[in-house]
Nanobody, 129 residues
Framework: QVQFVESGGGSAQPGGSLRLSCATSGFILDYFAIGWFRQAPGKEREGVSCVSGIDGSTYYADSVKGRFAISRDNANNTVYLQMNSLKPEDTAVYYC??????????????????????WGQGTQVTVSS
């Protein structure tokens, strides 16, 4: 059974860092497109960063480019999101999800994860002083 379990959220001050982890199971990570998505109160879910197994491409939303980095540990079936230089506007619940990869990373992230059927419970990230 395909599962995603997020962890690593919490509180940080502006300029601080957090690393989110997504433990996956039930599939071979190499063949999947995986993404990190976030949803702030009153806002739609947005794609933050995605990586696709179809071509190894990575995608970052403009708002996080140069600050966030996605990585995969295929041996341990875990996907990470390193978040640096955090800003208050990064405050949101962060989710990871994915499915078998047919397209590049930008396709999945720009669609806000609407192609993905299974989701983790999310992890809260709060950035404030």
């Amino acid at each position: 059974q395909v599962q995603f379990v997020e962890s690593g959220g919490g509180s940080a001050q502006p300029g601080g860092s957090l690393r989110l982890s997504c433990a996956t199971s039930g599939f071979i990570l190499d063949y999947f497109a995986i993404g990190w998505f976030r949803q702030a109160p009153g806002k739609e879910r947005e794609g933050v960063s995605c990586v696709s197994g179809i071509d190894g491409s990575t995608y970052y939303a403009d708002s996080v480019k140069g600050r966030f980095a996605i990585s995969r540990d295929n041996a341990n079936n875990t996907v990470y999101l390193q978040m640096n230089s955090l800003k208050p506007e990064d405050t949101a619940v962060y989710y990871c999800s994915g499915d078998f990869a047919y397209y590049t990373s930008s396709y999945y992230c720009e669609r806000g994860g609407s192609d993905f059927r299974r989701w983790g419970q999310g992890t809260q990230v709060t950035v404030s002083s």
